[in-house]
């Protein structure tokens, strides 16, 4: 489904990319951990189109993402759905607008049809009757599953989840958790989820990919991790303080 071939990115004179090599299995759900401002998101971020590598492809069913611009870029991203970092929900907008924002922008739904479709993602995400209220009056928690309901409006093929329990107590990051293997297994989706939080990742993952100083220096199976012999990525899961790992990297 998504093949990532020494991929290089600088920005000024800070290599964050560095020939970064990862191939993301169709129907997979991939997490990518790594320290904070380690590139997560900046990879994110060149698999839907939104960054273009320096060097390097990014193949999306055998097509090169990062060679596209408008209307075969628009087109291919409408195979992905997005849950950003703060839910990144328009203020100004109800939650059904919210929902409906891809079907609006890029189709000619009928609005009754938009309006079932939007009412059927929030019962998936398991919110019901709130489509009038404004991203003001819900929680963080709820802020999370309505930009998980977009995400999933436009029936993606792939789905992108950008650090989805930051921001909510260890509960509600538990039931977000949980959200997502049950969307992941009902709906069939290709997921590439980035985080530093070990817990949602062994709870989600098929594979765990982790990204250090631009490249992919190992992944497996929760289980291959956990059992790791790499003294990086063994201080990273563990979260301790000592080890290969500068503390001010």
Not at 3 to 14: M, P, S
Not at 66 to 75: A, I, R, V
Not at 92 to 100: F, G, P, Y
Not at 215 to 227: V, Y
């Amino acid at each position: 489904m998504i093949e990532i071939i020494n991929l290089c990115k600088n920005f000024g004179k800070k290599e964050v990319l560095k020939n970064l090599n990862l191939t993301i299995k169709s129907g997979e759900t991939t997490v990518i951990i790594g320290r904070s401002g380690c590139g997560k998101s900046v990879l994110l971020k060149h698999i839907i189109g939104i960054l273009k590598p320096d060097s390097g492809q990014v193949l999306i069913d055998g097509k090169d993402i990062s060679k596209m611009y408008g209307k075969e870029l628009n087109d291919i991203r409408m195979k992905f759905g997005m849950l950003f970092q703060g839910a990144a929900l328009f203020d100004s907008l109800t939650v059904w607008e919210n929902v409906a924002f891809g079907m609006i922008e890029h189709t000619a739904t009928q609005k009754d049809a938009m309006l079932a479709r939007v009412r059927e993602c929030l019962g998936l995400v398991g919110l019901g009757g709130i489509e009038n209220l404004k991203p003001a009056e819900l929680s963080g928690g709820m802020k999370k599953r309505v930009g998980l309901a977009r995400a999933i409006s436009m029936k993606p093929e792939i789905v992108l989840y950008d650090e989805p329990t930051t921001g909510v107590d260890p509960i509600m990051g538990d039931a977000i958790n949980d959200l997502i293997k049950e969307l992941h297994d009902k709906l069939k989706v290709t997921s590439i989820a980035v985080t530093h939080d070990m817990k949602s990742a062994y709870k989600i993952a098929n594979r765990i990919a982790m990204l250090y100083e631009g490249k992919i220096i190992e992944i497996g199976t929760p289980q291959e991790i956990k059992s790791t012999k790499n003294p990086v990525v063994k201080q990273f899961i563990h979260g301790e303080a000592e080890g290969p790992i500068a503390k001010d990297h």
